[in-house]
């Protein structure tokens, strides 16, 4: 339309219905033209008067002066000042249209005061229930507290990159936990394998303990207290008991956990798919979506995705875009609440500029108890720390098992002789200083033959070194004087030193098996000095298969004899571990030392 075209003055325009059914042109009110204020309105007239040549066009014009000057103010801008003036003047307001954003720092104090309502009712009829942040529902025009309802919603898993803070929303939840529940009621454990900012929660009452990326041995005691917590619930829930108090258990970056510890996982996953039955719950993190495995993630029953370096990762983890983009705050993310995804600001566990340590203590619930520690392995084992096998003087002590966290002994009443070899004579020679002292401790008689000295205990009457003490000691053996415990150290360099009677005389009484019922048989040796040992003796003492195995290189030897080759026995182990094979099953263990031991001097 060419008169559309020609449109010049403000707030003109021109309005087509349909295919020619309507055309007209109007003029729109208080538009954006230049607001020229007047006492009194008159409305515009033509009053300027032209001067045209013989052709029409104008030559010369004149027009009126304007009665006021422009203010530079738009019309419709001058309109919405007046309303505004006379709304203030009458105390008028429209209510807002949208709450304020969420804020970009909250505090869990401030969370439990502002919603305390909402809170107790949801702990009510015995939820454990955490308080995590915010959650902003703008279609409703309200907010609300978001909440982990472990009985309801499961396990948790919380995505978020490096700067997104998710061990932050860890320690809110576990806090808010300890705010509540005494640790008879809850405790939780956790294994931080990011930044180690979880460590500030392992003086709290409700903490079993806290788990480092390189405390290996720690992370499997923490495994085997969780899965036998879950046998023991089990065995109590099909006698018609109860499953016992609540346990969380926290994992941070998961990513690393895969890396370092990937004999791990399928127990993780065990864990995961298993435990909420019983009242034990996970909590992991992971940086993008792509790090939980399948198996891990779908036994996640809540998932809360901070932000994310791929904005695709929303979609992989809720299975929809949704309507909110999440603002790049730290601890900003997003939430699922009835299928429907909401903006969502998770809060720090103390307010800005506390000391956290601090303000964990004094805020969380005191109770008569702590929650269950993890086992620990002690560094050393003395024989001051076999306290049940000197009491009733069970077996050959030997140390503690990494399985159990408890003492083991080597079962003497089943096997009368027990084969102990490795590929180091010091190490050897350490453990048996450390039998030495354990048996001291005990009732039952001993003796040592050591005739190389390699146990430097010259104070013991009970540990023969000369030729002479020990050959008198046979020849009583042959006469039935035997002790409960008789030890041969370095059995090849014995039978070497010895005049050829006396050594011919101890060969034929253990060929012989003329201990067997009157003494147990102790007889240590070097590998390498026995893998061509065909003698009679030697196979009355192997025939067995069991037997204690000191130091690395298990997997290299065939005359402690197991059901299977696992990688643990071609591990390199610490001089103070080794392996007790009985019956082709072999338990790793640390195993004793003694107190003082100079025999590394001049080695």
Known sequence: RADAAEIRDPGRFYLLVGFNEYFIGGQAAYAGAPYAPVERFVPKRDDAVELIDNVGVSVAALRPARGCAQSGLSEINAALDGIQRIADARRLAAGRLWLEPLPERLSLPQIETRYAEEIEAARAEGNVVAVLGEMD????????????????????????????????????????????????????YVADFASGELGVLASLP??????????????????????????????????????????????????????????????????????????????????????????????????????????????????????VTPARLPMRGLVRKNKKLYEFQGALSVP???????????????????????????????????????????????GYSFRTLGEVSYPVDRFPSCLVM??????????????????????????????????????????????????????????????????????????????????????DWISQERYAGVTSLVVATELWRVKSVYDEWFKVVSAYGSGVWIGSGMGDQTLLRTARAEAQYRAVRKPSEGFVVVNGSADLVRLLEPEHWDGDEGR
């Open 206 to 323: 409700q903490c079993g303990g806290v788990v480092l990326s390189d405390d290996g041995e720690r992370l499997e005691n923490l495994f085997r207290l969780v899965e036998q917590e879950m046998d023991a619930r089990r065995e109590a829930l099909s006698v018609g008991g109860e499953r016992g108090a609540d346990i969380v258990v926290a994992l941070a970056n998961l990513a690393s956990f895969y890396e370092l510890y990937p004999d791990f996982e399928q127990r993780l996953v065990t864990v995961a798919r298993d435990a909420p039955r019983y009242g034990i719950y996970l909590i992991v993190t992971a940086s993008t979506a792509m790090t939980p495995h399948t198996r891990l993630k779908a036994n996640m029953g809540t998932s809360i995705a901070l932000a994310l370096n791929d904005q695709n990762d929303y979609l992989s983890i809720f299975g929809t875009r949704g309507d």
């Open 352 to 398: 800005h500029g506390d000391d956290p340590a601090e303000s964990l203590a004094s805020a969380c619930v005191e109770g008569p108890g702590r929650a269950r520690q993890i086992p620990k392995m002690p560094v050393h084992v003395y024989a001051s720390d076999m306290h049940t096998l000197q009491e009733r003087d069970l077996g050959l002590p030997l």
């Open 137 to 188: 529902m703008p279609a409703e025009q309200r907010r609300v507290p978001y909440m982990m309802n472990f009985h309801r919603d499961g396990n948790l898993i919380i995505y978020g990159a490096q700067d997104a803070r998710c061990e932050s929303l860890v320690i809110t939840i576990l806090a808010s936990l300890s705010h509540t529940y005494e640790a008879s009621r809850c405790s939780f």
């Open 422 to 507: 490795g590929n180091d004579v010091q190490e050897i020679a350490k453990y048996l200083a450390g039998l030495r002292e354990a048996l001291a401790a005990g009732t039952r008689s001993y003796k040592f033959f050591d005739l190389s000295s390699g146990l430097h205990a010259a104070g013991d009457g009970c540990v023969l070194s000369s030729v002479v003490d020990i050959a008198h000691s046979i020849r009583a053996l042959a006469e039935g004087d035997a002790p409960d415990i008789l030890v041969l150290a370095d059995v090849m360099r014995l039978f070497k030193g010895l005049p050829a009677a006396e050594a011919q005389m101890l060969k």
